[in-house]
């Protein structure tokens, strides 16, 4: 794919409902978390918060095919921007998930930049790629009809790959010069797996600290965004002052439930 194709970056097209892709190319630092449990009504709960997108985790949580549909219709319903995280990079997996609407794909464990390559060929349609289209609902995520989402498709769907392993961070900066990969994403705890062999990381281990910074530079290099999983609200604002990140996702539905009622029960019980 050329270079010059426009792309999330460079797209002039507006679409109000398109939220997280308007906050990223404003600058306004998107704050998303991931959802991993299977409700419709989780979905809508948690799209009020203020949160700009969520990312329904259709890897590691437990959401099938149907509810994953259901989340996406609720979430942007609510003009809050659905992303799918997949279970993997067939072209069957992609093509499913961008069906529902969402407005992006996140893509785990991408480790070199012919994965990459594989997963932009497979979410754009012709001449582009290798998308097919014969479903009614990725427009209505988008607030568009049929021909108006293909003609627009190409350019406005956020597709985000994760560096998680150490392979991918030794081919982190072919993987960000691919065209069509808008964004580098960062996750934390499988990438201290594989570079460090425990989770969580410390923080504070060089060879972590410098797998890190070696993905923000890659993609700040090739003029891509990037983003990371961050524990809470304090991390959330120190990473985005500190490490220049465009985006950031807070936990989860799964943590955010525990961890509340952990603390008020240690309150309730002092």
Not at 79 to 102: C, E, N, Q, Y
Not at 203 to 231: C, M, Q, T, Y
Request: with cysteine; charged share 20%; proline share 5%.
């Amino acid at each position: 794919m050329s270079s010059s194709v426009p792309t999330a970056h460079t797209t002039t097209v507006s679409n109000p409902r398109l939220r997280l892709l308007n906050k990223l190319k404003s600058g306004e630092k998107p704050l998303l978390t991931f959802m991993a449990i299977s409700s419709v009504r989780m979905a809508q709960i948690v799209a009020l918060t203020g949160l700009d997108g969520i990312i329904v985790d259709c890897e590691h949580g437990n959401i099938g095919d149907e509810s994953m549909h259901d989340a996406v219709a609720a979430i942007s319903a609510l003009g809050v921007s659905p992303l799918i995280r997949v279970r993997g990079t067939s072209s069957d997996i992609l093509k499913r998930a961008l069906d529902t609407g969402a407005h992006g794909l996140m893509v785990p464990q991408v480790n070199n930049a012919a994965e990459a390559e594989a997963v932009v060929r497979y979410s754009k349609f012709p001449p582009l790629g290798l998308r097919g289209q014969g479903s009614a609902f990725p427009a209505i995520g988008h607030g568009l009809t049929t021909p108006e989402y293909m003609k627009t498709a190409n350019e406005t769907l956020l597709t985000c790959v994760q560096i998680e392993t150490k392979e991918g961070v030794e081919n982190v900066d072919t993987i960000a010069a691919v065209p069509g990969v808008d964004l580098v994403f960062i996750g934390p705890n499988d990438l201290a797996q594989s570079v460090l062999g425990y989770v969580p990381a410390k923080g504070d281990e060089p060879e972590f600290i410098s797998a890190i910074e070696k993905i923000v530079a890659a993609a700040k290099k090739h003029g891509k965004w990037s983003g990371r999983l961050v524990n809470n609200g304090t991390l959330a604002k120190s990473e985005f002052e500190e490490k220049g990140y465009d985006m950031l996702a807070i936990t989860g539905d799964t943590k955010a439930i525990q961890n509340w009622y952990i603390g008020e029960l240690e309150i309730a019980r002092k």
